[in-house]
């Protein structure tokens, strides 16, 4: 995925490195401009470039990474990230759990700008949400307080890292719970039936091809049982 940089290691294609050469090997593993938002669609044509024919790289070949045309996936946060997936002909990951208020848009011009390539005819949509998902809503609601106290913790500059455990904890006002799930974005919580409803309501909006689910449960128990939950949510929703 893109703006993530994968370790590749960059080695010189010919026997004799000369200066110059290893000057551009240098700036190749540098990038110093690698987060120039203006570069975006240039650093993903270059790592398509290393992932391409090792026949048609130049100076520098990749290895391991050419030859293997690994899938690349535009994922993204803000609307410049949907121009360039459309424009490039990539499948499009938006982070809906990070800035929800422009999934919708984000999405539609994706949709209406993409150009077919090599890699894919047509559009393909991820939506990427928060998922805490348990037998019951009480406790989906408890897992969901973990995060908020997490967030709250950092808008407030406090060391957000420090794990308080919920049972431990004060109950949140109404006031920090609107505040809290507001920074934490697009989120789908509850237990199996309310998250199918959520889902659905999620379809009927974006209309995403996958849904990314991501967490924050410490208990591994916890863990695997709200996966479980979406998993079948979203088999049941399909079905």
């Known amino acids: 995925m ?19 050469e290893r000057i551009r090997t240098a700036a190749l593993i540098t990038r110093k401009n690698y987060m120039n938002p203006n570069e975006f669609a240039n650093d993903i044509k270059m790592i398509q470039y290393f992932f391409g024919p090792l026949e048609q790289q130049d100076f520098v070949g990749a290895f391991p990474g050419a030859d293997s ?18 424009e490039l002909g990539l499948m499009y990951s938006f982070a809906g759990h990070i800035n929800p208020k422009d999934a919708e848009q984000a999405i539609k011009i994706y949709r209406e700008n993409f150009k077919p390539s090599p890699y894919l005819s047509e559009p393909y949509v991820i939506l990427g949400t928060w998922l805490f998902a348990a037998d019951t809503d009480e406790k ?6 973990s995060v908020q106290r997490t967030y709250l913790d950092m ?85």
Do not use: H
Not at 69 to 86: H, N, T
Not at 171 to 192: C, D, F, H, Q
Not at 204 to 228: C, F, H, Q
């Open 69 to 86: 045309d690994v899938p690349i996936i535009v994922l993204g946060s803000s609307l410049a990230s949907a121009y360039v997936a459309a």
């Open 155 to 239: 808008l407030s500059g406090k060391n957000a890292r420090k794990k308080q455990k919920v049972e431990n904890a004060r109950p949140l006002t109404s006031a920090e719970k609107i505040l809290a799930t507001k920074a934490i974005g697009m989120n789908v919580r509850g237990s199996k039936e309310t998250v199918k409803d959520q889902i659905r309501q999620i379809k009927e909006r974006y209309a995403p091809d996958e849904i990314i689910a991501v967490t924050s449960i410490s208990d591994m128990g916890d863990l695997r049982n709200n996966y479980k939950i979406f998993k079948e949510a979203v088999q049941e929703v399909e079905a």
């Open 2 to 20: 893109v703006p993530w940089m994968p370790y590749i290691r960059v080695a010189s294609t010919s026997v004799s490195a000369e200066p110059l």
């Open 140 to 145: 989906a609601e408890e897992l969901f307080s």
